[in-house]
């Protein structure tokens, strides 16, 4: 059972910048990690996602060339760089694991994952 802790949400102007982390307890190196997101009133969405091996990522449309995910493995961390944010991006933001047996398996369905962070809120005015 793995447990994961978010931080880094706040309070932004669009056009600003964050930088989310998502610490991992339990075997880090063996999950395929992501990034979802839920804005009041919609479904959790689909944001990133980073295998376990060779980093391999993957990106939802909205936010492609705006956001970078990435993972240190001697920290047991997943991180989304987020850049030129936009009012849209406003919502509170889950990290998400599962384990996986391919080092270049993709998981981009919020029910492929097992475990969750509890979130954090991103704010972006206009």
């Known amino acids: 059972q793995a447990q994961l802790v978010e931080s880094g949400g706040g309070s932004v102007q669009a056009g600003d910048s964050l930088r989310l982390s998502c610490v991992v307890s339990?075997?880090?190196?063996?999950?395929?990690m992501g990034w979802f997101r839920q804005a009041p009133g919609k479904e959790r969405e689909f944001v990133a996602t980073?295998?376990?091996?060779?980093?391999?990522?993957h990106y939802a449309d909205s936010v492609k060339g705006r956001f970078t995910i990435s993972r240190d493995n001697a920290k047991n961390t997943v991180y989304l760089q987020m850049s030129s944010l936009k009012a849209d991006d406003t919502a509170v933001y889950f990290c998400?694991?599962?384990?996986?047996?391919?080092?270049?398996?993709?998981?981009?369905?919020?029910?492929?994952?097992?475990?969750w962070g509890q979130g954090t809120q991103v704010t972006v005015s206009s």
């Open positions: 998400a694991a599962r384990p996986a047996a391919s080092l270049r398996a993709r998981f981009l369905s919020a029910d492929e994952y097992y475990y």
């Open positions: 339990g075997r880090f190196e063996s999950y395929n």
């Open positions: 980073i295998s376990r091996g060779f980093s391999i990522t």
